[in-house]
């Protein structure tokens, strides 16, 4: 093997840049395991690294624009380190396959959503050939077997227990990026988060894009996943996210309920905008009225649970009476926190090709107003919590702070001062002052 071409004859070093969602995040988490499984070795800087990974995300604006822009930092990487190897993994990378090795000579390997536990034979390939896109095949067959793989999982991590979409709202590129619907059985899951809990997890939060479609080849459902984590493992606390409001039931409902003291009542119940006419031409599945309803059947059922959601501004077609309508649902929906973005059209989609696209401006206006009034709305929302008590599970020692810092059972992050002890239990902490998005607390 020629000394030039050789990426595992001297020191590996790898960096990974990661955008995009927590389904992102956990995927580049999963590939720093595989890599450190065969010897390489996580470094926090990309000048130090014979080895650079973009996992890219395809949902937000100009994500071709940003993985280019980021290759062409590392030019003078790769002058200086023959060795370096640079690749593109995530919704890129599966989007635009061979043609990011055509538009970017520095590029060495482009591996598709579904390869990434080819990596590590990627880069063995690599040391005997130039340039090589990697599978961006999608898998089909059901059902979906990844366990969970992480390095340290801390207090608090996350678990996919699905991939994939069925839905193709018409603004997202997720069903193309990341393929059809798949769920993993209920006994792996089960498995998988017993073993967690052996390592010190505490709580977990349950990954899909459509949490509520889980089904199992055994035949449960979501709500039948929940009871089951809740009944056969020793998991403390249990997250999901995200939920789709067409496939939200009460059902589930009931189930958060009876199992309240592991599952917690923060649900993220996406609206995306508060008009029917901009949800049918979404492709939502659901009119204002019946997502109004299940808010309340939520709030109803499950007194104390707080909502978020997200909402998209200027999508085609969105007339200022329609963005009204969005607004006003922030007068009938209770929520803390709401994310919110500019629609920006994505390729594959149908909405990109939608005649009556909105005007970067008149989308700039809106997102200003919506977020203000929903700051101004926030803030009577979260001041009830002021002088309340909350159960807090401590995840860590905040470095700069050195305050210990955690999550309540309403998702709300809570700072206090603590001792190391405290990492990993559920501390009762009275809320001493806060914003809307962070509490300071007092142990009691
Ligand atoms: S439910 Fe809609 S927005 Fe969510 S991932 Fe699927 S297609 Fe995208």
Redesign the pocket.
């Known amino acids: 093997m020629e000394e030039k071409n050789s990426i595992l004859s001297k020191r590996k070093n790898f960096f990974i840049s990661t955008y995009g969602c927590q389904m992102n995040v956990n995927d580049s988490e999963r590939m720093s395991c595989l890599l450190e499984m065969t010897g390489w070795v996580k470094v926090p800087q990309p000048e130090m690294s014979d080895l650079i990974l973009i996992n890219s995300c395809s949902i937000r604006e100009k994500p071709v624009h940003k993985v280019h822009s980021e290759v062409g930092r590392y030019k003078y990487l790769k002058n200086k380190n023959p060795y370096l190897k640079i690749g593109v993994s995530g919704c890129v990378a599966q989007q635009e396959r061979s043609r990011l090795l055509k538009q970017l000579p520095l590029l060495d390997f482009v591996l598709g959503t579904d390869a990434i536990d080819e990596l590590p034979e990627v880069l063995s390939r690599l040391e005997n050939e130039d340039r090589e896109v990697v599978s961006v095949q999608q898998k089909t067959q059901d059902p979906y077997h990844i366990k969970t793989l992480i390095g340290d999982p801390g207090v608090s991590t996350f678990v996919n227990i699905s991939k994939g ?1 069925d ?3 018409t ?2 590129v ?2 193309f990026t990341r393929g059809r619907e798949r769920s993993r059985p209920l006994v792996h899951l089960i498995e998988d988060i017993q073993s967690l809990t052996k390592r010190g997890v505490k709580e977990v939060t349950l990954l899909g ?2 949490v509520n479609s889980y089904q199992s080849p055994c035949g449960a459902n979501f709500s039948r996943l929940l009871e089951n984590l809740a009944l056969h493992t020793d998991i403390q606390r249990i997250r999901y996210t ?1 939920s ?1 409001p067409k496939d939200f039931n009460e059902e589930l409902v009931d189930t958060m309920q009876k199992y309240r003291n592991k599952i917690m009542d923060f649900i993220h119940l ?1 609206v995306q905008s508060g008009n029917d006419k901009v949800l049918k031409d979404m492709n ?1 599945g659901y009119t204002r009225e019946e997502y109004i309803e299940k808010a309340y059947m939520i709030l109803e059922k499950v007194p104390g649970s707080v909502l978020s959601t997200d909402i998209i501004v200027g999508f085609p077609g969105e007339t200022e009476e329609a963005f009204e309508d969005t607004l006003s649902l922030l007068d009938k929906v209770p929520y803390e926190m709401i994310f919110s973005f500019k629609y920006s059209s994505r390729p594959f989609t149908k909405a990109k090709s939608f005649k009556n696209q909105v005007l970067e401006e008149v989308k700039s206006n809106r997102l200003k107003r919506l977020q203000k009034k929903h700051k101004k709305l926030a803030f009577s929302l979260v001041e009830k919590y002021k002088g309340a008590v909350l159960k807090v599970l401590v995840e860590k020692q905040d470095c700069k702070t050195k305050l210990f810092v955690g999550r309540s059972t309403q998702n709300k992050l809570v700072y206090f001062e603590g001792i190391k002890e405290d990492i990993g239990q559920i501390v009762p902490l009275k809320i001493s002052h806060l914003n809307i998005s962070t509490c300071y607390g007092k142990k009691i």
């Open positions: 979409c839905n193709f709202c603004f997202c997720v069903p894009q459509n995200t789709h996406p939502r």
